[in-house]
């Protein structure tokens, strides 16, 4: 299917709010979007100025903005699990809440986990790639508990070459140049630290170079991101193609930082790409009709251009 298929996330938070107003303010072609959602959720909400194809997932309950609901959650992994049956070119995804779709019995970490669960095939494995402009960042490990980082020399030589991969082949960028952040702190200060950038992170760096993957040693994080943040905000180059994280918080804290709401959340290792806003459901002020659509807007536009 060459549509990009959009789902709307939580009933009861923002998603199809910033969804309708994403969709009013670029006004695309009808013949490019597919919303997978339900009439009665999108009524709630707005408005759309044009007549998007709908594919309608039943949806039982009363919207309830705010609410953490067993409902909700079933009806986010439902519209979910539907766009990847239908394959269509791309997904675009307003956000869920992990605890609605436990409610649900759905015990999954996140939307990306839905998503390699229905379409990895040969061994695939979803990896959480974030944007903004030419600032990105890949996320080594994903939703784990910072107890559970697990980092392995086969594991990072396994995740980077396959984003080699990815930027030659879809980015179209010949030869990316990669900066690698230590797990610990000071990229273990020659062992004093901690030893995982001596014992694992370094010897996969020099397999990873010997493939000819431009890629720095292990640096020191917290001063890493401090020339990427000063190019994006003076609209200049950041130095590199993109940074490597080796958990989650040490990567999404500087981007969203930096780019906030520009920041666009990328599921890449698939046969169809992902693109979801960075932010979350925002339940606080879910109903309100104050929620700001750039994440949403830019999330789509990334799989447009």
């Known amino acids: 299917m060459s549509k990009i298929a959009i789902t709307t996330g939580d009933p009861n938070g923002i998603g199809a709010e910033i969804t309708i107003k994403a969709l009013n303010r670029l006004k695309l072609d009808t013949d490019k979007i597919l919303l997978i959602s339900n009439k009665k959720i999108l009524d709630f909400y707005g408005r ?53 779709m436990h409610m649900a019995g759905h015990l ?71 900066a690698l952040c230590g797990l610990n702190p000071h990229a273990g200060e020659n062992g004093i630290l901690g030893d995982e950038e001596i014992n694992i992170m370094q010897p996969a760096v020099e397999k990873l170079c010997h493939m000819g993957i431009s890629i720095t040693n292990p640096l020191p994080s917290d001063t890493l991101f401090v020339k990427a943040g000063y190019a994006y905000n003076h609209n200049q180059k950041v130095p590199y193609d993109c940074y490597i994280a080796a958990y989650h918080d040490q990567g999404l804290i500087p981007i969203k930082t930096i780019a906030g709401d520009k920041t666009v959340n990328m599921t890449i290792g698939l046969d169809i790409i992902r693109t979801s806003p960075g932010h979350g459901t925002a339940f606080d002020i879910a109903g309100k009709n104050i929620a700001d659509e750039g994440g949403m807007i830019s999330a789509i536009e990334a799989v447009i251009s």
Do not use: W
């Open 48 to 100: 759309l100025d044009k007549d998007y194809e709908i594919i309608e997932v039943p949806f039982e309950g009363t919207v309830q903005p705010g609410c953490i609901t067993k409902t909700s959650g079933d009806f986010s992994y439902r519209v979910l699990k539907k766009a990847c049956e239908i394959k269509p070119f791309a997904i675009v995804t307003a956000p869920t809440a992990k605890n609605a």
């Open 108 to 178: 999954y970490n996140g939307q990306t986990e839905v998503l390699e669960h229905f379409l990895a095939h040969d061994r695939q494995h979803a990896e959480m790639l974030f944007a903004a402009k030419d600032f990105r960042v890949l996320l080594l490990t994903r939703h784990c508990a910072l107890r559970d980082v697990n980092l392995t020399q086969d594991m990072i030589i396994k995740k980077i070459s396959d984003l080699n991969l990815f930027f030659k082949d879809t980015l179209k960028i010949k030869n990316p140049k990669f």
